[in-house]
């Protein structure tokens, strides 16, 4: 492969446009006229990130499947009648980026440059083959390694096996160690914390080092293989990304975005703002309105053809009390009405969703919204990264606001998890890690004494230990909405969970009219059939067959009843499709899956 083609853009529409993010220049690259100098390195690997950073939607509703929402398309993974032919993450197109990262880094050394800026964006190069291999391996389990541009006619090259997971993932470690230690970090390049530095690749080490280790230490077997591991390695991930954390901790370059005498607004701002909050957020994608360079998350959580995103009662459950106490301790707690769930509750659960006193504007008027259940099928209505105002909700007037993909919070979580699940964890990691979290949504940040019989339920028994316990709690409040649940679910082999079902708000009985949006006045009523004669200012919401409550008259909303979602553990990696197989019958098929 002689020639490429490369997305060209500058630094500072990369690091914000959509659109112009998706189009592809016709320009191609030829690497002994190309390569010359450090003007061309940096253009080419801005490339990878115009095509591989996420987009604000994959990061804000990746989540949609996982155990913690209910959604009101049905997930086809999940029913009996997946297509295991989908090319999803597997086409022609889908390797694409690979090759433009093998073509770089097999000529990127010709450029004039020295010794130090040519071992950076060889890290920078391989952080993305690591990013872009990660993914791969989180599909579909083992696939093909190339390090090295292939050409067309190698057909040992393009017709080989796949290698094991357990290959691939190591050198994805060693592409993530060389990354760590050479790429460099400076004013310019963490702008907006859009650049790949040392910081960024330390962080996305932390991430895939703890999925790694925690998918082998909870899946006995090699989900392509259906055999045991060839050898434990969960410890050399765990570590490494024990080590990765600590090394960013250490480094005082990143903090929790803290001001208490705002805490009821501090932690929803970081996904509400134009500007990255680079104290906190290591790595992000830029918006600005001013360059037009805009998304539609608010559609995606407004508009009901998105598909509907809502909390389940389940998960909103697992929110603590401002004194650190369980809410499901208190006596009671299963009959709580909607508009008394959030009373001196950790102050993320009114960050996260519409609660009662709520208010978006609308034509400039502060406006009370209750939860909206033409679009929320559960009553738990999400608003993390909603901007407050309803002149951005349509397509035509999108949203300027910047995209955190990686934050301090994680990686103080990843650290905690890491060494909580190597054995190592005490109050002192505590203090460091999770207190702070809770502190700053106003939750008393003491760690408690004895494991919440409620969070040992909520994980099907499968772990008993109370650091843990809390820390997965702790994850799931922190990081919501963030694209990182349903790879927790995978890697904490809880496919079952998605499963369970999908809980919403408690309705003590029908006909009622109910106060949900905290202005004193009734808006809500749950009733069986629509009235001949409907009060004005109440929205009806009609129960039937998809839709009930689990005691007939009264008790949790239970949505999409009909809809078929199953589980098996064949499911933890996708089918290599057919059409590949053809092609190449030597991928072999996943186990399971296999017809």
Not at 252 to 272: E, H, I
Not at 401 to 426: M, W
Not at 491 to 506: D, F, K, N, S, T
């Amino acid at each position: 492969m002689k020639k490429i083609f490369l997305l060209l853009a500058g630094v500072a529409v990369l690091a914000s446009c959509e659109d112009f993010l998706s189009k592809e220049d016709p320009n191609k690259v030829d690497a002994p006229s190309y390569f010359r100098n450090e003007t061309d390195l940096v253009t080419y690997v801005n490339g990878f990130l115009q095509t591989m950073i996420p987009t604000a939607v994959s990061v804000a509703t990746g989540d949609a499947h996982a155990d913690c929402m209910a959604w009101r398309g049905e997930y086809q993974f999940l029913t009996d009648n997946y297509d295991a032919d989908d090319q999803s993450g597997w086409s022609t197109g889908n390797w694409d980026d690979l090759r433009n990262i093998n073509y770089f880094l097999d000529n990127f050394r010709r450029a004039a440059v020295s010794e130090s800026m040519l071992n950076h964006y060889e890290g920078v190069a391989r952080f993305w083959r690591a990013y872009f291999y990660w993914n791969k391996v989180k599909t579909f389990g083992a696939v093909p390694w190339y390090d090295k541009t292939i050409d067309s006619n190698d057909r040992d090259a393009l017709y080989k096996p796949r290698d094991s997971r357990e290959f691939v993932m190591r050198k994805v470690l060693e592409d993530l160690d060389y990354a760590c230690t050479h790429c460099i970090s400076n004013a310019a390049l963490e702008v907006n914390s859009v650049q790949i530095t040392t910081y960024t690749a330390l962080a996305l080490k932390a991430r895939i080092c703890l999925y790694e280790g925690t998918f082998r230490k909870y899946h006995a077997t090699d989900p392509s293989t259906g055999a045991p591991w060839t050898a434990d390695e969960s410890e050399i991930y765990l570590r490494a990304a024990a080590d990765a954390c600590y090394t960013l901790m250490q480094s005082g370059k990143y903090s929790l975005v803290s001001d208490p005498a705002n805490v009821t607004t501090q932690y929803r701002k970081l996904f509400t703002s134009e500007s990255v909050y680079t104290q906190e957020v290591i790595w992000a994608r830029a918006y600005n309105a001013e360059l037009n360079a805009v998304h539609s998350l608010n559609s995606y959580f407004i508009v009901q053809q998105y598909g509907s995103y809502s909390l389940t009662k389940q998960f909103v459950n697992t929110y603590l009390n401002l004194d650190g106490t369980r809410f499901t301790d208190k006596a009671g707690y299963e009959k709580t009405e909607f508009v008394d769930e959030f009373t001196n509750r950790d102050y993320r659960l009114m960050q996260s969703i519409r609660y009662p006193g709520y208010t978006r504007k609308n034509n400039g008027v502060d406006t009370p919204y209750a939860p909206d259940f033409g679009y929320c099928v559960t009553g738990y209505h999400p608003i993390k990264w909603v901007i407050d105002d309803t002149g951005y909700d349509s397509n035509t007037s999108p949203c300027p606001t910047s995209i955190p993909i990686i934050r301090y919070a994680e990686i103080l979580l990843t650290y905690a998890e890491a060494k909580c699940e190597l054995g190592e964890f005490d109050e002192t990691i505590w203090n460091e890690t999770i207190k702070p979290l809770r502190e700053r949504a106003g939750v008393d940040g003491t760690m408690p004494a004895v494991a919440d019989p409620y969070m040992i339920d909520y994980f099907l028994n499968t772990i008993t230990d109370n650091a843990l316990l809390e820390i997965r709690r702790e994850r799931g409040i922190e990081l919501l909405l963030e694209n990182v649940r349903w790879d927790d679910d995978m890697r904490w082999a809880m496919g079952e969970l998605l499963e369970r079902p999908w809980y919403g708000v408690y309705v003590g009985e029908l006909g009622k009219v109910y106060d949900m949006n905290g202005d004193g006045t009734g808006d809500i009523c749950f009733v069986r059939e629509e009235p001949e004669r409907p009060q004005s200012g109440i929205t009806y919401r009609v129960l039937g067959n998809d839709f009930s409550l689990t005691d007939g008259d009264s008790g949790y909303i239970n949505c999409y009843i009909q809809m078929t979602r199953k589980w098996d553990d064949k499911k933890y990696v996708r089918p290599v499709p057919t059409t590949a197989l053809n092609d190449n019958p030597a991928l072999g098929q996943n186990h399971g899956w296999e017809k």
